[in-house]
């Protein structure tokens, strides 16, 4: 019975049914007419009733092809839901997309550009979640999520890297502190402070210590915190200087007692990057993603 119950048949039977004749609904599905009763026979025969009374005037439905027909209607409309949903999955208009994110990134410029997607893609639903940039880059190439935005490109394969925007890292002191107004600082010139840095292998902290390697210098780390806005506060509270990025930290900006300098070092300026799993190894739904979130950019 199974083996006659296939999707084409019910389509033949509902199409005979709405039409009110075999030949109707063989033209609208475009069968031949006997492929069409042929179909309708067999099932008939399987399913050991009628479904239709045949008369010269046309057929009509018996109870049990009103049953069917009522059901099968529900069928093909799983059916063409299904077919449509998976479709729309390998287009990427449709499923779940798993981002990881520095925090630079998520207090720039994601929560607008997540919210515009949002609305533009409904039928797509992003989870996301902080992380430091070298754990997102395992976790691309580990599976474990499916899109990342990172502040540097570390050569991976089987990983890419689309430029996504930039930043700059500023020198972070009290307000009335004497480097105010002393001008373009370089990092030699304040290593002499106790720096107030982020725990952890956070890329901020990173650039800064291979910048002071680079001189042959260390950095006199006074505390350790585990978000730019405690670091900010500990600044304000005269505790020791912070490399941050300034617009991370906008908002501590502007209601604390600090100042961002301005670093003149190469190594200050960031690039952010979006990364993905290269080719076909990608979601979909997470490539539609990160052309939206260049578009927007």
């Known amino acids: 019975m199974s083996e006659r119950m296939d999707l084409l048949t019910l389509r033949v039977v509902i199409a005979v049914a709405e039409s009110g004749s075999i030949s109707a609904g063989a033209d609208r599905l475009q069968l031949a007419v006997a492929a069409a009763s042929a179909r309708i026979s067999s099932l008939e025969s ?33 059916s063409d839901k299904l077919v449509n949903d998976l479709r729309d999955l390998s287009l990427g208009l449709a499923g779940n997309v798993r981002m990881l994110a520095n925090a630079s990134a998520l207090l720039e410029v994601l929560p607008a550009r997540l919210q515009a997607f949002s609305r533009s893609h409904p039928r ?58 002393a001008g373009p600082l370089r990092l030699e010139d304040v290593l002499d402070q106790k720096f107030i840095v982020l725990t952890g292998a956070a890329a901020v902290s990173t650039r800064l210590y291979n910048a002071a390697s680079v001189l042959g210098r260390s950095v006199q780390v006074g505390l350790q915190m585990r978000s730019f806005d405690a670091a900010c506060r500990m600044v304000a509270a005269d505790l020791g200087v912070a490399v941050l990025p300034s617009a991370a930290i906008a908002p501590q900006l502007r209601h604390l007692p600090l100042e961002a300098l301005p670093l003149a070092e190469d190594w200050a300026d960031r690039t952010h990057y979006l990364a993905l799993r290269t080719g076909n190894d990608a979601p979909a739904a997470a490539r539609t993603l990160a052309q939206a979130l260049l578009v927007d950019g």
Not at 60 to 78: F, H, K, M, N, Y
């Open 46 to 78: 399987a399913l050991g009733i009628r479904i239709f009374e045949r008369s010269p005037r046309g057929v009509e439905l018996t109870s049990a092809g009103r049953l069917l027909v009522q059901r099968g209607r529900e069928l093909l409309a799983d």
């Open 124 to 181: 797509i639903r992003v989870e996301v979640e902080e992380r430091i940039s070298p754990e997102i880059a395992s976790a691309l190439l580990d599976g474990r999520t499916d899109i990342g935005v990172v502040d540097t490109q570390t050569p991976s394969p089987g990983l890419e890297f689309l430029p996504f925007f930039r930043d700059r890292l500023a020198l972070v002191v009290p307000r009335g502190h004497a480097l105010v107004g």
